[in-house]
């Protein structure tokens, strides 16, 4: 059988948040599952937009249609590209990014492992109750327990079977766009290659105009294109 994926939740905007998730990454890989860990396997809109500032798109512009490539690619991962969630809480407030993914996996009846531990937290010392509701108020420790918690929650909740068609229309189009965005970025080995990764993006999801700059050309032919 396919090793199971894993959906990798949390905050990415330092250095030592990045390393975290990483690390939470690994130990998953480590013990049989395979992985989406969004700033390593899909991308960091810090870096893919300086590259496509460069090019000459207005930085308003590209930021938006980055923000669109980013949102549909985490929902298709979310819903159709990963099994299950493992969730990070830490922060001052959990990451914004993270709650919804873990709202639509909650919603879609995938399992979900939340790990925390960040003593902060907003409600006399619990964390908003629409937040732990999405795993049954249970969260783990320490970074050893992720895996057991997940292996668990597995065997208690099978992973669904994502049918797109029976899934609200917004939805539908959010993995269709995330589909042929990683399909593209997986044809032209764009991992961590924030230029291939703003030749992919361009194609995909910037906007046609006649302001738009030049597109570069990979190996002879433009990358595939699909009317967004």
Known sequence: MDALKIYCAGPLFNSAERAEMTE???RLVATGFSVYLPHRDGMEFRLVLEVLVSRGWDRTIAGQFLHEAIFALDVFQVIQGCDALVWNLNGRVPDEGAVSEA?????????????QDDVRSLISGRVNPLLMGLVDFDRVHELDAIVPALN??????????ITLSKLPLRLQQACRDGAALWKVMQQEQAFCENDVLADCVTELFAPSSHHRPHVPVRDGSPLMHTPH
């Open 103 to 115: 709202a639509i996996a909650w919603t879609l009846g995938k399992p979900i492992v939340a790990y």
């Open 24 to 26: 939470i990454a690994d």
């Open 152 to 161: 668990e929650a597995i065997e208690q909740l099978a992973p669904p079977t």
